[in-house]
C-alpha cells in the first residue's frame, strides 16, 4: 500500500499522478523496460478522474519522516509552494464565512523565503522542533513547531509551519506531519496546538477535518503578521 493508504493499479509506489507512458520495448528481450513517471502537480489543471494512474515502479522510495537539525530551517524553499487557491474562509464575527474565488499562486510569493528562513532559525534555537518528509532524497513535507507557548496560556503551543510539496498533496503526507506535530507536542508537556492557518479553503478544511477549531484567542504576534489567516486550535 503506498503512503497514505490509496492503492495503486499493479504498483507499489506513491500514487502519482500523470500521463499515462507507453511502455518502452527492449528490443533484445522484447519486455516492457520502464515506465516513465511523470508527475502531474495540484499546481497544474487536474486530469479527468477517469485518466488512469502511471504505475510506478516496485523500487521507488517510501516517504519518510525525520527530524531536522539546525540546517532544516535552510531548506523551506525544496518545497514547491505552487496552489491552484479555489476559495478562502474570512472570519465574521467570529464565524467562519467562505468567500469563493480562484488565484493560482506560483511558487513562494516574495519575500517570504528569507522571512520564513529566519523565523525557523529562531524557533530551533529557542528549543523548537524542524520535522521533514521525504521521498527518495527530495523534501517534500515541512513542518515545525515552536517550543513558544502562546496566548498567554503556558501549555499552547504553536504549530508555525506546515507545508506539503504542491506535487505531492492529498496523499496523506500533512496528516501524518501533523500527527508528528501533536505527538512532539503532547511530550513537550502542551495540552493543545495552536496554528494561524492560511485562510485558503483547503487549508482551513484540512485542519477542521481534523478537529481544529477556530480560537477564541489570538495569538497577537501572529495576527501582526498574518492578519488574513485564520487562529485554529486543537486540544491534544
Ligand atoms: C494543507 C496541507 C499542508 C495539507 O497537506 P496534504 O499532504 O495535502 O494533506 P493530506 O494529504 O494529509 O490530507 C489532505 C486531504 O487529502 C485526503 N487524503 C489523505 N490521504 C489521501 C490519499 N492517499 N489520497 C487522497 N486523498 C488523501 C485527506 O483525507 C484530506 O482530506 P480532508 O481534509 O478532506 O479530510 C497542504 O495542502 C499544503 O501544503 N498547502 C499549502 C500550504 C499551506 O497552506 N500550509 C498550511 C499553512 S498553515
Known sequence: MPPGGRPV??????????????????????????????????????????????????????????????????????????????????????????????????????????????????????????????????????MSLDSRPVCGMHDRLLLDTLHVDCNFRGRGIGCKLLEHARSIAREMGASSLYVSSKPTRRTVEFYLHRGFTVADEYDPEQLEHYPEDIPMVLAL
Not at 488512469?52 to 518545497?79: Q, T
Not at 522571512?115 to 520535522?131: M, N, P, S
Request: charged letters at 30%.
Open 9 to 142: 493499479p499493479g504498483g507499489a509506489g506513491i500514487p502519482l499522478r500523470g500521463k499515462k507512458v507507453s511502455p518502452q520495448r527492449d528490443v533484445e528481450r522484447d519486455r516492457p523496460i520502464a515506465r516513465l513517471i511523470t508527475p502531474e502537480p495540484d499546481c497544474l489543471p487536474r486530469m479527468s478522474p477517469e485518466a488512469p494512474f502511471v504505475v510506478a515502479s516496485a523500487s521507488m522510495p517510501e516517504v519518510l519522516y525525520r527530524r531536522l537539525g539546525r540546517e532544516g530551517a535552510y531548506r523551506l524553499p525544496e518545497i514547491d509552494r505552487s496552489e491552484v487557491i479555489d476559495g478562502a474562509y474570512r472570519l465574521r464575527s467570529g464565524a467562519l464565512v467562505l468567500e469563493e474565488g480562484r488565484q493560482e499562486l506560483l511558487g513562494w510569493p516574495l519575500g517570504v523565503l528569507e522571512k520564513e528562513t529566519a523565523v525557523q532559525l529562531t524557533l530551533f534555537d529557542r528549543g523548537g522542533v524542524i520535522y521533514g518528509a521525504f521521498f527518495g532524497e527530495r523534501l517534500v513535507g515541512f
